[in-house]
Every structure is written in C-alpha cells, then in structure tokens.
C-alpha cells in the first residue's frame, strides 16, 4: 500500500494525541476522581499482590483503565465500519445502524438472553459477540438482498436506505417481543442495551473487542484501494481491475463482524459510523485509507467524550451512552439530508 500524502499525515498523530489525552481525562475523572499517583501505583503494582492496592488504584485497575480502552476500541469499530458503508454505497449518510446490522446485532444478543439458556448454548465469552455477529449478519444480508443493492446505478442506494428502515423496524420489534416476554433480569439487559451502556466493561470484553477491532481494521486497510477505485463507479472499477462483487462482500463481512462484536458488549450505538467519517471529509480526506486510519481514532476520541458526559452530567449516576450520542448525531444527519448535494436521496 502507498505511503498517505503529506497532509493526511500531518492529522494522525494529532488525532492520536487527542485520544491519549481523552482516555487519560475518562480514566482520572468520575463519580471518584483518580489521582495520577495512584494510577501509576497501580500499574507498577498491576502484576503483583493486587490486594495490598488501595480502592482507588483497583477502581483505576478494574473498572476506569477497561473501559476506556473498550471505548476507544468500540469508538473505532463503530467509525470505521461507517467508513466502509459510505464508501462501499457511494454516499455520505450511509452508516451500520441504517443497514440493519445494529438491529440485527440487538435482536441477536435479546435472543441469546431470552433463550440461551432454554437451548443450552453456551461457548463461553464468545457466546454473545456470536450470537450478535448472526444476528447483525442476517439483517444486513436481507437489507443487501431485498433491496438489489447489488446492482448498479443510484436507485440502490435509495431502495438500501429504505429497505434498511423497514429491516430495522422488524428486528427491533422482534427485540420488543422477547423484552415482552422476557423475565424481569433479562428485561432489563435488554434495556441497557437498546440504550447503549459502558458500563459493563472488563478485560475479558477488551480483549475480544479488541482482537476483533484490530484485525478488522487491517482488513479494511487492505480494501481501501479498491474502495478508492469504487468512488469512481461500478463499471469504471471493474475497468481497473476490481471484483466489485468480491469487494462488496468482503466489506459488509467485515463491517458485520466488527459492528456486531462491538455491539455485543455495548448495545446500539447510534450515528458515530454516521458523523465520524464526515468530519474526516471535512477535513479534506477523500482517501479511505486516511478515512479508515483517522476514523479509528477519531471514533475513540468522539466516544470517548460521549462517555465522559454521560459519567459526569448527572453523577453518581450514568446516563445511557446512546443517548448522548444520538443528540450530536441527529442533527448532523438532519443537516446532510438537507444539503443539496444529496438531492438523489
């Protein structure tokens, strides 16, 4: 793969920079401030006797330092599997939630809850990142297929849009149904994750985000040429040399995978694939290799602060993530659709 022009260049460490410092602020300020003493107490002290640590430091060890890394990790999947959406579509407010893959996502993991243990599946932590990889894989396979998007022409993009409303209105019914039918516990995770949470971060779950963030993002990479070579249109890439159906398939899987995982362990996090490649745009980066690059950083970093307000507006108590995220979102994509240059829509 070619070297990222000078000025793409220029914005990663920026962008990196940033996302230290937001997952350094995350981690030192909540409900109990951490100071920086004790967070380096307790990484000096992370592979010793952790009994001999003080709340504080097994707060930071335990709770603060998982959960920012599984934020940034998350921030980055939800980004970067927007990036892959638009660019695969050919349009700029094309994102994972409005194909489906959330919702399949959702209806994937409420099944997993509701009737896992009936069925006696269990495959240990990756348990629910599976059943929410099928769920996110039906959905947006049924939205890929019910709306001839595998054809050519602009027509595909308004028939996959609307497609993928009626798919999403169908799988989050199905995820009210097993809420309905559903014991109180059960219920109740299933709330949190409609509403997108956090809070329920540990090792094990940062590690298997992470795992799948990582590799799916080295995937992505190696598609962004051709994903380059696609802005062009279906017929001039296929000129070029480019599979577009390959292309196409190999996209939405690893958009499921990465998307799906995520979502098992946070719930449904709307508008950060929508708003985050947008803002790279913004910053003239028509490149997807800057797009998927910049996308898993600033991802990290938009999370990031999302999660920071939803700690601390109404501490001690934490307001859902997902909905401090869909109020910067749906105004953003208020204002695409308004804008002219979208007028096929």
């Not at 894989?137 to 993009?157: C, E, I, Q």
Request: aromatic share 8%; net charge positive.
């Amino acid at each position: 793969m070619r070297s990222l022009s000078p000025q793409y260049r220029g914005v990663l460490p920026i962008l990196g920079a940033i996302l230290a410092i937001v997952m350094l602020a995350s981690i030192r300020f909540g409900a109990v401030p951490i100071a920086v003493a004790d967070m380096s107490g307790a990484l000096r002290g992370m592979f010793g006797n952790r009994a001999t640590l003080s709340l504080d430091q097994r707060i930071f060890l335990e709770i603060r330092l998982p959960r920012a890394i599984l934020t940034a990790m998350v921030g980055a999947s939800l980004a970067v599997g927007g990036a892959l959406m638009q660019a695969l579509f050919r349009n700029p407010i094309v994102e994972p939630g409005l194909v489906g893959t959330s919702a399949g996502a959702a209806f994937g993991a409420a099944l997993y809850f509701v009737l896992g243990a009936s069925l006696k599946v269990h495959l240990g932590s990756w348990t629910l990142p599976l059943a929410a990889c099928a769920g996110g894989a039906l959905s947006t396979w049924l939205v890929f297929r019910l709306s001839d998007a595998h054809r050519t022409g602009r027509t595909s993009v308004v028939a996959l849009l609307l497609t993928g409303i009626a798919i999403n209105a169908l799988f989050l019914s199905g995820v009210g149904f097993l809420s309905y039918i559903a014991r109180d516990p059960q219920a109740r995770s299933i709330t949190f994750w409609n509403l997108g949470t956090l809070s329920g971060a540990s090792w094990s779950s940062v590690m298997i985000v992470g795992t799948s963030t990582i590799l799916c993002t080295i995937a992505s990479l190696r598609h962004a040429q051709p994903l380059n070579a696609l802005m062009l249109g279906e017929e001039e890439a296929g000129y070029l040399g480019v599979d577009v159906r390959r292309l196409k398939a190999m996209v939405l899987l690893v958009n499921v995978v990465m998307v799906a995982v995520a979502t098992a362990f946070t719930g449904v996090i709307a508008f950060v694939g929508l708003v985050v490649p947008h803002l790279l745009r913004l910053l003239r980066g028509a490149d997807n290799r800057f797009l998927i690059l910049g996308g898993a950083l600033l991802g990290g970093i938009i999370l990031g602060l999302a999660d920071l307000v939803a700690r601390l507006l109404l501490a001690p108590a934490e307001l859902p993530i997902g909905i401090v995220t869909s109020v910067v979102g749906v105004p953003v994509f208020l204002l695409l659709l308004r804008q002219r240059r979208y007028y096929f829509l």
